[in-house]
Every structure is written in structure tokens, then in C-alpha cells.
């Protein structure tokens, strides 16, 4: 299998047409506030690298 | 040893240091990696981190940041890392701190199992700036039925008196650390921990693998952990408005969003941790123990080794390599942009090395297919509010 194919779109939850401003309307709950890092980190990218499971 | 795959092929720079400042535990959990799975090196190291091993990691810490990352991360760990006194975990977070800046910041935070954490030891941690995350799985009755002493008496009432004090200081709380356990209810815990305001919480799966299984682990096709996941996860989701983070629940959903993870457990993001032990030995990620004896060795050590040679060894690679260091079954799976075939050491197999599928799998996919049909449907529900210009809030809507 070639790993560069993503064949798994729909598996993804699509967030086209949402603005941070939109969040709004969700107030502070979770899917508010999840959306909202997705949505800063396309404002301010950064490389993503996976901190360890043992501690807080 | 198999490893997965290696490549040579851009490296991620050491982000997270973790500092085993203390090998030896006050506590004898009958679930911790460390202590009571397979490796047992432990046995024979000494127990604390000397000034002079401190000194050489600060300065392999110094080269290998030279200003080129804003902050860093450092994890004080053992062991039970508040054995060394609290005058050396403040001595060990101003020399680290002293030997990168001024151009990086380090965030300092103790990983720590509470027992020793009074008024005086959480005062000293928070005005050196030390945030301070602990271990604790539930109530009373929860926390009892693995974190004892070795003598079996309950750790319970110190680990509750300091996580009430530690609820006063919510800048300097990290959060708190719970593993899961079928025989505790998933709402109830939550109920639990979250009586203590802590800023995160995070769930963590036993360790155990296929060659060596969790708890109670049922072969692929019931989903105990998956469906422990779910009724927590549903808990706090359904919250108005968020009381916490759930640090695994977030990084669920922000993969399903199509963002990257920031924790190893989930995701393909490149790991940017290494582990320095009180000898001065680097480390892999020391969960890793529960796989096989010598698991976590690299044969490198702060004294011969720089951190950038370091990010040159096989094992490091291969948990900077995303989707490449996935088995073939994980690839073929739709799912595995999210869980990105789980955490590392659950995937190891004695035949075959770390190239499997989580031992978690099944319990992955559980929760994985729970919470993106939660998020599209609540994300609908808000396109929809948009069209029609009506005002609302609250993510009620999605299916149980």
C-alpha cells in the first residue's frame, strides 16, 4: 500500500464554511473549544510533534 | 530486536526531556511499567541523579536547543521523582533553565504520585515555577485497588489531601493522571478527579501488548476499554460548557478534524521525547519496559553521546516516521490517520516486533467511531444554525 495515498477522507469530520467567529454559537463546550485549536493552529502553523503519555 | 522501519530522513529535534531524577518509588502499583513488568534493569542503577550527570544532561540539552526552539519541555520523573527533596527538584529546574536561556524557555512540570506532596513541597514547586501533574485513578476505592505501598497500606489520603491543596493553585496543576480499570465506573471516575479542578485529566490504557495482554483484555470483536472510553468520553463531552481537558479525547477529536495530535498514544506526529536516566543513559520512551527486558536501551549516554547523534538511532527514527512505521494492517485500515496504530509499546509482539496493530485496536475503533459521528453531527447541526441566521448554542444534538 502506498502510505502517501490518504484514502480516508471520509473518515474526517469536514470543517469547511466554519470560522472561529462561527464558534460562537457553540459557547464553551468541548467541540467549541476543539474546533477552535484546529482553527488557530491554521492561523498560526506550527510543526506538530506528539508530547509523552506519562506525565501531565 | 525487530524494529519497525528505519529511514534516514529529516529528523524532528528533542522537544520534551525527561529527567529520571529518583529510580526508586515510595509506592508498589501493581500496574507500573517501571517497576513490575518486564524489564527489571532498574534493579541496578543507582537511585538518584548525581550533580555531575545533571550538569552534562544540561549542557547536551543546551547544544542540541541552541536557541533553535523557543521553549522546550521538562519532565521530572522517577520513579517517584519528590523522593530526591524539593531543595534538588528546584535546583534541577533553575539549572536547566539557566543553561538554555536566555533564548528558550523551558516549561518545567514533576510528574508525581502525591504521597509526598504537602503544603511546604507544593509552596517551593509553584514559586519556582514547576507545574505539578499527579497520579491518581479514581476514589478511594479505585485508587486502592493498585496504588498501595508495598506494605499494602492505601496511598489514598495523601494523594487526596494534596490534590486539594494543589486545586487552590490552578497555575501551577497540570493535571491529573488516571489508568483505566473495567472494575471502576468511567462516570464515576470522572466525577472523581474532576472534584479536584484539575486543568487536564487523561485516561490512560494499561500497558500490555499481544505477546503480554492488559486486564481483562478479550480477543478483537468486544471492546471493554473501548466501551470504558466511550461512557467517560460521553461524560464530558456532554458537558455545556467544558469543566477540563481530557487530553486523549482532545487529540481524538482534533485528529478527526483533520489536525495533528500532540501526544504519543494517538496519531502519527513525530515523537520528540527522550528520557535521560539517573545514570545518564538515554532512554526510549520508559513505557516501553512493558514490552521486553533492555526495550528502552539506545547504548547512548549524555557523557559519549550528543542529542543529535542521538536522533540518528534506529529506535528514535522510527517514532518520527509516521505512517511508514505502520504494519500493513494498520494502513489498510481506514481509521489509521487517527489512531495511527495506537501507542507504540501496545503494538509489540514477541514474533514480530512493534510492525502490529495495537493490542487496543478494536477498543480504539470503538471510540474513535463513537466520537466522529458526535462531532460531525453537533458541526451539521452549527452549518445549519449559520444558514438559517438562528442563534444558539450547545452541542446537544449529535447521537448518543
Redesign the interface.
Known sequence: ?D??V???Q??????S??SLS?L????????????R??LE?VDRPQ?????????? | MPLVRGHDRRRTPFREFVLKLHARCNLACDYCYMYEMADTAWRGVNSTMSDRVLDQVCRRIAEHVDGASRSVRVVLHGGEPMMVGVAALVSAADRVRAAVAPLTIVDVTIQTNGVLLDDHAIDRLCQAGIRIGVSLDGDRQANDRHRRYANGRSSYDAVDRALRSLSLRPDHFAGILGVVDLDNDPVSTFDNLIQYHPPAIDFLLPHGNWTSPPPRWSPPGETPYGDWLVAAFDRWYDAPVQETRVRFFEEVISLALGGASRLETIGISPVATVVVDVDGAYEQIDTLRSTYPGAVDTGMNVFAHSLDELLGHPAILDRQIGLEALSDDCLACPLHRICGGGYYPHRYRAETGFRNPSVYCADLGRLIRHVVPRVRADLAVLKGRLEDGTPDAGNDASPR
Open positions: 500500500m502510505a502517501t490518504d484514502d480516508n471520509h473518515e474526517l469530520v469536514d470543517l464554511g466554519l462561527d460562537s454559537r457553540l459557547g464553551g463546550s468541548v467541540v467549541a473549544n476543539s474546533v485549536r484546529i493552529d510543526d506538530a510533534v506528539a508530547g509523552w503519555n506519562s506525565a501531565m
